[in-house]
């Protein structure tokens, strides 16, 4: 093994320059590979954690209608359509919602249930206005399903349970109506025209700016006076302990309830499609890196097998055989790779460093004061793994050409 090695440095040190460009293509793709997916899955980790947390595991809500196919029935092929009657549209609530969060709790999966009454309306302070979603919560409940009270600035739930004129509302609402401290007064306006003045006693930030922008929080039992729907309720929330079997729950609960049940993954079906679409974009820019480093690599070594063929004559003249040759030529292709594969290492380590402790205002889907990364050490070992797999592809073909090469003709032509 050692006279490989000597072999293969002095090959390398022949063709410095072509050696230092492939090392700094390994190293360059490496590093592309960390740090892409460092960004990449720290931001749709921390979104679907923030989701998790925040919204309900699963949802119990109303059937939305589809009227059109109800109301209009064909009678024949040659007929026109013939409007038989409409069914009544189901009521924008649940009924039995206590009876059904019971039932719902008897599952060992459950954790907790909620109910919610949600409804639209308009916060105002000052001269400015603001469309808002409404959220009517039960406190004690409440804390059980989510994990809202961590989201909550000052942590002031409770306050609900004290006083029910009172609001809990996103922190990009805040700031858009100025609102920079607690207790202000605000004017809230619901959909039947009712119009009450509330105190605001802390403020939402969980980070997801469409969340944050649109959400308040207010008494269960005042959203149902001031909309006249006393004990009524149009969501419930479950939590359950593991929430990557909400769905296969949610089909269970679907057997036994007439209501829609839907899963977490369900209601954000879009942003999951984007984030593989997201994947598949990110990891096809890496493998486009990878493969033109393995290209570099499989260059300086295909350049040195047809430089070198006297140098490979004699080798095989002095008594090496076709496997000795090939695993010169493949210690070549792998000795860039481990030094490029170190150095890339290096590199994304410092680049991570510096995008940790850089503070930039963001924000978009999320919204943070920096980038958000995740900086497992299995990208680490993935890029390099990679990278590796690609410098062997590269390098076997030039040390086969290499290991078929036939001395006595070489030596005649020369």
């Known amino acids: 093994m050692r006279y490989v090695l ?130 009517g919560i039960l406190p004690q409940l409440e804390s059980k399903t989510t994990v809202i009270e961590r989201f909550t600035e000052f942590k002031r739930l409770k306050a609900f349970e004290v006083d029910k004129n009172t609001l809990i509302i996103g922190r990009v609402i805040a700031r858009d109506l100025g609102i920079n401290e607690l207790n202000k007064k605000v004017v809230l306006t619901l959909p039947n025209g009712e119009t009450k003045i509330f105190k605001v006693v802390d403020f939402l930030n969980s980070g997801i700016t469409n969340i944050d922008s649109t959400r308040v929080y207010i008494p269960l039992q005042t959203l149902q006076a001031l909309l006249d729907r006393t004990d009524e309720v149009n969501a419930i929330l479950i939590k359950i302990k593991d929430v990557n079997k909400a769905e296969a729950l949610a089909r269970k609960l679907q057997r036994e309830i007439k209501y829609e049940v839907e899963s977490w993954q369900k209601a954000y079906l879009n942003f999951l499609k984007i984030f593989k679409i997201q994947s598949m974009i990110t990891y096809m820019i890496v493998f486009a890196i990878i493969t033109v480093s393995a290209f570099g690599i499989f260059n300086i070594i295909m350049m040195t097998v047809m430089e070198k063929r006297k140098e490979i004559a004699i080798l095989m003249a002095m008594g090496y055989n076709p496997r000795d040759i090939i695993s010169i030529f493949l210690s070549s292709g792998l000795i860039i790779n481990i030094i490029g594969g170190i150095l890339g290492f290096i590199m994304a380590y410092g680049i991570l460093e510096f995008l940790a402790n850089l503070e930039l205002n963001i924000e978009g889907l999320l919204r943070s004061k920096g980038f958000i990364l995740d900086r497992s050490w299995k990208y680490y070992f993935t890029g390099f793994f990679l990278s590796f797999i690609f410098s062997l592809l590269a390098s076997f073909y030039p040390a086969y050409r290499a290991s078929r090469l036939n001395p006595v003709e070489i030596f005649r032509s020369l």
């Open 6 to 135: 000597f072999i293969v440095l002095a090959f390398i040190k022949k063709r410095r320059k072509q050696t230092l460009v492939s090392i700094l293509g390994v190293a360059i793709s490496v590093t592309a590979f960390i740090v892409m997916s460092s960004i990449m899955f720290g931001f749709q980790k921390y979104f679907v954690q923030q989701v998790i947390d925040i919204e309900a595991h699963l949802t119990i809500k109303p059937k939305e209608e589809t009227s059109e196919e109800r109301l209009i029935r064909r009678v024949d092929e040659k007929s026109l359509v013939k409007v038989y009657g409409n069914k009544p549209k189901e009521k924008d609530r649940i009924l039995g919602w206590r009876e059904i969060m019971k039932m719902v709790e008897k599952y060992p999966e459950v954790l907790g249930t909620a109910p919610h009454l949600e409804s639209k309306g308009i916060l105002k302070y000052g001269a400015k206005e603001k469309p808002v979603s409404l959220i």
